[in-house]
């Protein structure tokens, strides 16, 4: 059974950074894209960035370039997604979720982040 | 970018009866790469068609996939009481995947 579990959410101050993680099993993580996504309290699911299989290619929303870094590593099937220079409007339930590259089959229960 | 709208925004309808949401696309959509989401009250999203109309593993053939161009459905043939819920078409384009807006299939 595919599981992804995020960790790492909580109460940060505007300009804050956290690293969020994503722990994943029941399929073969080196081979997946992985992606990271969020959801503002009350609004629609917005994608934020991706990275494939082996980590060589990065893409990352408008709003969270520069900003935020996906990364991962294959030997601990774990996905992050470091974050910096938080602002409110980052606020959200984050994510994260695998499949192809241009869409995810599974999903985690997600993490809060709340920047306040 | 393309703007993805989905209409309507909340569809009032009884179990049993059939559902038709719309997600249209402010440019042509390659139909590889649309996909819808149904995403209920304090859960995950739970992908449900990729490539416009394949149903991803699991997926009940009450939920259809459908269209090309700017303009695709997603029917449920007949609603059980599991499917009320909020979903979601999503696009992918030039190393950036979008969503719609989303549409809340309520309980009439």
């Known amino acids: 059974e595919v599981q992804l579990v995020e960790s790492g959410g909580g109460l940060v101050q505007p300009g804050g950074s956290l690293r969020l993680s994503c722990a994943a099993s029941?399929?073969?993580?080196?081979?997946?894209?992985m992606h990271w996504f969020r959801q503002a309290p009350g609004k629609g699911l917005v994608w934020v960035s991706r990275?494939?299989?082996?980590?060589?290619?990065?893409n990352y929303a408008d709003s969270v370039k520069g900003r935020f870094t996906i990364s991962r590593d294959n030997a601990k099937n774990t996905l992050y997604l470091q974050m910096n220079s938080l602002r409110a409007e980052d606020t959200a339930v984050y994510y994260c979720a695998r499949g192809r590259s241009y869409y995810s089959e599974s999903w985690g229960q997600g993490t809060l982040v709340t920047v306040s | 970018e393309i703007v993805l709208t989905q209409s309507p925004g909340t569809l009032s309808l009884s179990p049993g009866e059939r559902a038709a949401l719309s997600c249209g696309a402010s440019?042509?959509?390659?139909?590889?790469?649309l996909a819808w989401y149904q995403q209920k009250p304090g859960q995950a999203p739970r992908l449900l068609i990729y490539?416009?109309?394949s149903r991803a593993t699991g997926i009940p053939d009450r939920f259809s996939g459908s269209g090309s161009g700017t303009d695709f459905t997603l029917t449920i043939s007949r609603l059980e009481p599991e499917d009320f819920a909020v979903y979601y078409c999503q696009h992918y384009r030039n190393s950036s995947l979008t969503f719609g807006g989303g549409t809340t299939v309520e309980i009439k």
């Open positions: 029941g399929f073969t993580f080196g081979t997946s894209w």
């Open positions: 490539g416009a109309s």
């Open positions: 990275i494939n299989s082996d980590g060589s290619n990065t």
């Open positions: 440019q042509t959509v390659i139909n590889s790469y």
